[in-house]
């Protein structure tokens, strides 16, 4: 999945067919504004159109089929990628939109699967985006782009990277049928408005997966517009895997995806129990006692050390993180940080369950928690946070239905 291609597009939202909490609904009202992609050169050094795999013109006769084990994103309903950017925490949610897009290209109709994403830094928005995807009958996934929103204290800040094949430029292919150590490829390739070069330079790797080794993976190194370099990684079962731009010092990779990951039977008492607790803490901490909330923190901390269940690394992580915040809040009795902490927990252990349970279950339960969010920044007066959570909730909504929720 690109992460680092970011996207929306302009269409309407669709409207909020359940019940929100807090009467989120009404606060999320006023459509998202649509602007126009930043003009972006094509950088000196890329290779000559004789490296390139991606010359042929590609058919299209089952488009949404998209089989290609590098790139398999109809087939990865929801993925959770954890890093950092410098000293930034990252965050990005990919989902799989029960949504087609058709695009008319070279006097062919094409229909395009799309893929929702969000990124998150340091737990406020940062852009939500839709990509389009289809594979050719040769067993290439194409990209037929992305529309941008890019969000700065909360607030749109612009549309830049968007492009739609067709009415901007050629879609580019993302993923060759059989990658080859040498392969050269463009995603992006819309001269004057988006650019991008990937060589494939590593085939059949082993990369370390969120439930062990993951064989057949491959190393690509990705040119941008304005020469900046990234190291991606994909792998069979996950799509984009991995991806490190050294010269930001950023680096995101799969924590968790879904079927890909997903562990038979019910979801295990202790993690409901601790998304119950959480929520039960957050409730509480303004007016309980301190002894109080140390005993229920303290039961919450030694339940999740006794979790007998495998558990993906960067996620046992994330829990370790949010519980020690959890502690830290109530032995400095600070009782917004406590709120703030629980509200950590709480997310954490959704994306544990999301291995247990429907995408769509899950982000109803984010749902609740991030108007829980907004709540708790309301209260201490959080313009930016405020407008931050709108966002998340909009994005997160966006993505349900009436089935979905029931």
Known sequence: ?????????????????????????????????????????????????????????PVFSHPTRITNPLFPITRVTQAVQLGHEADASLRHEITLIDEIKVFHWRGQRIETVVSQFVAYSDGQIAEVAYDYFAQADDGAVWYFGEHVANYADGVLDNHDGTWLAGRDGPPGMIMPSDPQVGDVYRPENIPGLVFEEVTVKAIDQTVAGPRGPVHGAIVVQERLSDGTLEDKTFA???????????????????????????????????????????????????????RRLAAKVGRMTSSWGDFARPVPPLLAEQMDDALGGLQEAVADRQRGDVRQAAIDVELAALDLRLQYSSPARIDHRRLEAWARQLRLDRSEHDGVGVASDRVILDAIAERLDDDDCR
């Open 1 to 57: 999945m690109p992460v680092l291609h970011r996207s929306r597009d302009d269409r309407r939202r669709p409207p909020l067919r359940f019940a929100l909490p807090l009467g989120i609904a009404a606060l999320l009202a006023a459509p998202l504004a649509v602007g126009s992609a930043r003009a972006a050169p094509v950088p000196e050094g890329v290779s000559a159109p004789a490296d390139r795999v991606d010359r042929d013109r």
């Open 236 to 290: 069979p079962g996950y799509g984009e895997f991995s991806a490190h731009v050294p010269v930001e010092d950023e680096l995101v990779t799969v924590a968790v995806a879904v079927p890909t990951d997903s562990i038979g039977g019910a979801t295990p008492p202790r993690l409901r129990q601790l998304s119950h607790d959480a929520a039960r803490v957050f409730a509480d901490a303004p007016s309980a006692s301190w």
